[in-house]
């Protein structure tokens, strides 16, 4: 699964997501390596942007937790798609 994530202060970058949670999302962030607090919007699959916070960037992955929980019946859809 790709995710599209954009920080308030850069540009749109695509990444492989690693593991998704209805929580947030681990990527592979070896193309560009968010920063640790900055708050990212994150684009998923047929998805309006969820809004975010970078809690860890390290070894060229970064961990995402979503301001939001997503619904049970889009992570569903979501991990169904993934598959």
Same mark, same amino acid.
């Given at each position: 699964?790709?995710?599209?994530? &954009?920080?308030?202060?850069?540009?749109? @970058?695509?990444? $492989?997501? %690693? #593991?998704?949670?209805? =929580?947030?999302?681990?990527?592979?962030?070896?193309?560009?390596?968010? &920063?640790?607090?900055?708050?990212?919007? @994150?684009?998923? $699959?047929? %998805? #309006?942007?969820?809004? =975010?916070?970078?809690?860890?960037?390290?070894?060229?992955?970064?961990?995402?937790?979503?301001?939001?929980?997503?619904?049970?019946?889009?992570?569903?859809?979501?991990?169904?798609?993934?598959?």
């Amino acid at each position: 699964m790709k995710a599209t994530c &954009r920080p308030r202060s850069g540009s749109k @970058v695509q990444y $492989e997501v %690693l #593991e998704l949670t209805p =929580g947030g999302c681990l990527i592979d962030a070896r193309a560009w390596m968010p &920063r640790e607090g900055e708050s990212i919007s @994150v684009w998923l $699959e047929g %998805l #309006e942007p969820l809004a =975010g916070t970078v809690v860890w960037a390290e070894d060229g992955k970064a961990g995402i937790a979503f301001e939001q929980l997503l619904h049970e019946a889009v992570y569903s859809r979501l991990m169904q798609s993934a598959a």
